[in-house]
């Protein structure tokens, strides 16, 4: 529980201090240049929407390209 609220107090302190030109994504929101056929994806658009998401999908370093999109389509089937 505590690590809980350690990590609740250093997000809202992280959003805190965001450049007045930079403001999270809302709920919903998709990178720029989304697209739906996930089977298309490189370890670099997938890194992308790790980024942009704050989510690993379920994804390990070792995992090669086709396990990062298997894993990748899974997560955006179940949210």
Known sequence: ?????????????????LPSHVTPAPIGAVPP??????????????????VF??????ILIGDDETEQRRKLTIFMSHH
Do not use: E, P
Request: charged share 10%; glycine share 10%.
């Open 53 to 58: 998401y704050n989510q690993d999908f379920g």
């Open 33 to 50: 240049g989304f697209q739906t056929n996930i089977s298309g994806y490189s370890r670099a658009d997938i890194t992308k929407l790790i």
């Open 1 to 17: 529980m505590l690590a809980q609220a350690v990590t609740a107090a250093q997000g809202r302190a992280a959003l805190a201090n």
